[in-house]
């Protein structure tokens, strides 16, 4: 394809993607007003309803309780609409805050996601803020982040953290020298910093490199995110990271760690090998037996100073799902509409793509990660009774997690460590505004707040299946089995996006690039 005709097909690529989100999104407005919602504010305060939610830009303006439920609105009441202005009749619909996916990775290269479709996934269930921590190039992901602050494209508002130690093109401190000591960890944090990142992710170090890293990143009033993977972890957990100045924890490596007190180091098998992603995650489903009794003098120790370091637990419980039931969630029914071929055999058995470690997983696995799961989530409800900031993230593109679906698992799954619904919600927006510094902009419905909210037609507290794409079945008076649910629009800056509409979209990528390919699902080993 020569220049010429390669611009001329960029264009047009460009075009279509205006026009589908113009026929997906509406507004901002002089002003929108929010008619006759029940109100879940996010900071764990009960329902309230009817409200009017007045929005002038991308601002809230004004929050009027204007009735009582079952009453009549007296329109005397309401706040009036200003000419030009936009009204959105949701009466009897609920409205809570825009969702924060505290992980989540913007598509990946070997997935062949790219950032449309999980933009649209996102949007599509309320995301409005994503985190993505460390992603396929920082550069790449920073555009995406310029791009969505003007909303010139369909997507979330993004927190870009680089990987530690990553580099591009344009942005390449130590002139493609590893990171090899603390001078040079801090050198590179340093210009991350002046790269426009508003993070880093950390995989560990050395224990003086991750110090010193963790040093000037603090230094320079930078937060940062680390998954504590096995390789570094014998010699730097949790404790070692939040006392360093961490600010919040992906998954749960480096916690069981800081919680053994008869030994040192993970009970490995001896012909373990890292390398071998099914000897990696089936071990790791037998840790946190290896750690200290729950509510035990060292558990509550390590708990109570991690919860005084204002640290932040991100669990991502969806991500690991498939290793306590396989079938559940490799045949979860939004893929069938909804996740593209290359993610289909991204996801199957493979010795190369990362978690897709099915080399020989059975009913041993599931039931040593079913008790993982027990040990895990007691840690994370006791955390957040006692005032730990707990937030929800999705780490989807992985294990059969799919973008936006997985991220309502996962609210699921808080609920099933113990989280009351209001306080489900509260890790999804308030506490993730919190642990991102953001919390005087976004996280909550409040007054000169930005104007990101969820809205759905179903009670999310009653029944949070109604909040995915492919909502919740339900069964009417007249005993027919219907679908209700699914988020009904998303607004973020004042911006109103239709949830369905941007689903249609993403169907369809999906149906194109199946008709592409002459694709169909086959079972793994089946012969035809």
């Excluded at 995110?225 to 014998?234: E, N």
């Excluded at 730990?388 to 699921?412: H, K, M």
């Excluded at 109103?496 to 993403?506: N, R, T």
């Amino acid at each position: 394809m020569n220049n010429h005709v390669f611009k001329i097909f960029l264009s047009c690529l460009l075009f279509c993607n205006i026009l589908l989100s113009q026929e997906s999104s509406e507004g901002p407005f002089n002003q929108l007003i929010i008619r006759g919602v029940t109100l879940i504010n996010g900071d764990g305060a009960p329902p309230r309803g009817p409200v009017d939610i007045v929005v002038e830009g991308n601002k809230i303006t004004n929050i009027k309780v204007v009735g009582y439920p079952g009453v009549e609105i007296k329109e005397s009441s309401r706040p009036k609409l200003k000419p030009g202005g936009k009204e959105l009749d949701a009466n009897g619909m609920y409205l809570l805050p825009g969702f924060i996916d505290m992980h989540g990775h913007i598509g990946g290269v070997s997935q062949g996601a790219d950032w449309d479709y999980v933009f649209k996934l996102w949007m599509a269930h309320g995301i409005t803020t994503i985190r993505e921590p460390s992603g396929r190039s920082i550069d790449w992901t920073l555009d995406l982040k310029r791009k969505s602050e003007k909303n010139e494209i369909v997507a979330p508002r993004i927190f870009a953290y680089t990987g530690f130690g990553q580099t591009t093109k344009d942005f390449n401190p130590l002139n493609d020298a590893p990171i090899s000591t603390p001078e040079e960890a801090r050198q590179w944090v340093r210009a991350n910093a002046k790269n426009g990142s508003d993070g880093i992710k950390f995989f560990g170090a050395e224990p003086e490199i991750m110090a010193a890293a963790l040093d000037e990143n603090k230094k320079l009033g930078l937060r940062s995110a680390c998954h504590h993977a096995q390789l570094s972890v014998a010699r730097w957990n949790v404790l070692h990271s939040a006392r360093a100045g961490l600010t919040s924890m992906e998954h749960w490596y480096g916690l069981p760690e800081a919680l053994f007190d008869d030994r040192t180091v993970q009970d490995y098998p001896l012909d373990y090998n890292y390398q071998n992603e099914q000897h990696r995650f089936e071990e790791a489903g037998k840790l946190w037996k290896q750690a200290s009794e729950p509510f035990s003098k060292h558990w509550n120790n390590v708990m109570n100073e991690l919860i005084d370091l204002d640290f932040t637990l991100d669990p991502t419980f969806n991500i690991y799902e498939a290793s306590r039931d396989l079938h559940r969630a490799r045949r979860a029914e939004w893929h069938e509409d909804y996740t593209l071929p290359s993610l289909w055999k991204f996801y199957e058995p493979s010795k190369v793509s990362h978690g897709s470690y099915w080399h020989y997983w059975g009913t041993e696995q599931e039931i040593e990660w079913k008790n993982n799961y027990k040990l895990w989530m007691t840690f994370v409800n006791e955390y957040k009774n006692r005032g730990g900031r707990v937030t929800t993230g999705s780490d989807s593109g992985f294990i059969y997690q799919l973008y936006g679906f997985a991220y309502i698992r996962e609210l699921e799954l808080l609920r099933e460590a113990g989280f009351h619904p209001l306080e489900v919600i509260r890790s999804a927006t308030l506490n993730g505004a919190e642990a991102l510094g953001w919390d005087d902009k976004i996280g909550s419905v409040q007054i000169d707040k930005l104007a990101d909210f969820v809205i759905v037609e179903e009670n999310p507290l009653v029944n949070l299946k109604s909040l995915y794409g492919t909502g919740a079945i339900k069964l009417t008076e007249d005993n027919e089995v219907v679908r209700v649910g699914g988020v009904k629009y998303t607004i973020k800056d004042g911006i109103i996006y239709d949830a369905k509409q941007l689903l249609k979209e993403v169907k369809e990528m999906v149906d194109a690039e199946k008709a592409k390919t002459n694709w169909n699902l086959k079972q793994p080993g089946v012969k035809e």
